[in-house]
């Protein structure tokens, strides 16, 4: 008798990449809002400039490279490379900072590694840390919360500022500021205490004005990436429970030096790195015990550079130097295959998460 038996795989996940690539534009959306709420539209014009330069560069690489370009244009992992690319962005950074950002994240970050899944570093952080390496004064010059200036950068006002320059706005320098986190550390730096620097009108109940509801929507985001099973729970918890404790731990000892734990959380990259920047597949852990090291490694490197490093967020790097550990982790956190001994080697298991990259 003829036995129906099915050929392996055996089991499908129940995700596309393009219907991954959705859900996490579905869960960007709040904070989207958010963010145009606060800082004006300058981040839109940045979005269609990213997208439009991100699915170009993707086309123009995949020809080089002599792969199908429909298919991997398509499936949604440039545009969402080049939106959080921008969510990184000062909203009325100059034009070709996005170009240039999002070209290195498609080509060198992405393709030369060779292409979707195979990347070891997170793209968009890849191209933000250029950025801010090589260009550091347009990349430092953020709006402050029209809460706070008053002032509310229309869509002609950012085009005109993000295409031709501030010259001859006369309300730049009150619609521009330091942000908390870099306020927060220049002040620290003149031997001001914490409750005297939180007293400024940028903060707000418990982060920057602004930039604590920003991280709600982040979070809301995520709370329903989780729920779609998207991505699991083990990074985000891992990653902002270490950055939470240490903060804690510090501003126990130390309360004159250390800001609270909530405006770790809430005043910059924190949220969004951990729902959406380090749960990428592509260039995270695998195991979930994999998961609970790199998670806990970014938020412990993102506090030691924040509090003691040369920038006042440490999100991006923090990332980008757990991916070059994600090799090792996985290697001595493979889980144990059934029916066989320990395996050891980092081509084990990989491939499960490069499946649906968003790299």
Request: aromatic share 12%.
């Amino acid at each position: 008798m003829a036995l129906n038996r099915p050929i392996a795989p055996l089991v499908h996940g129940d995700h596309s990449v393009r219907g991954v690539m959705v859900k996490v534009l579905y869960a960007l959306v709040p904070a989207l809002l958010v963010y145009v709420g606060f800082f004006g539209f300058g981040i839109l014009i940045h979005m269609v400039l990213a997208v439009v330069v991100a699915v170009a560069a993707e086309a123009v690489m995949l020809r080089l490279r002599g792969r199908p370009v429909r298919p991997f244009v398509t499936d949604g992992s440039a545009p969402v490379t080049a939106m959080l690319l921008c969510f990184a962005l000062p909203p009325l950074a100059p034009w070709w900072v996005t170009v240039v950002g999002v070209l290195f994240a498609i080509v060198v970050a992405k393709h030369l590694y060779g292409g979707l899944g195979n990347n070891p570093f997170n793209p968009a952080m890849a191209g933000y840390v250029l950025l801010l390496v090589s260009f550091p004064l347009p990349m430092t010059t953020w709006p402050v919360a029209f809460t706070v200036s008053g002032e509310y950068p229309g869509p002609l006002v950012s085009a005109a500022i993000i295409f031709l320059g501030p010259d001859g706005v006369a309300s730049w320098d009150a619609i521009t500021g330091a942000t908390p986190l870099d306020l927060m550390k220049t002040q620290l730096g003149l031997n001001q205490v914490v409750p005297e620097i939180a007293a400024h009108p940028v903060f707000g109940d418990f982060g920057g004005k602004g930039w604590e509801w920003l991280a709600n929507a982040f979070f809301l985001g995520g709370l329903w990436l989780l729920y779609k099973k998207v991505i699991t729970w083990h990074i985000p918890v891992a990653m902002l429970g270490s950055l939470f404790i240490m903060s804690l731990g510090f501003a126990a000892l130390d309360p004159g030096s250390h800001p609270s734990p909530l405006f770790h959380l809430f005043s910059g990259g924190a949220m969004i790195g951990a729902f959406f920047i380090a749960t990428d597949p592509v260039s995270a852990a695998t195991s979930p015990r994999g998961r609970l090291i790199y998670g806990a490694g970014i938020g412990i490197l993102t506090f030691v550079i924040r509090t003691w490093g040369g920038y006042p967020d440490g999100v991006a790097f923090a990332v980008l130097l757990m991916n070059m550990m994600v090799p090792t982790i996985d290697y001595y956190t493979k889980p144990r295959v059934f029916g066989h001994g320990p395996q050891h080697g980092p081509e084990h298991g990989r491939d499960h998460g490069r499946d649906h990259g968003r790299g």
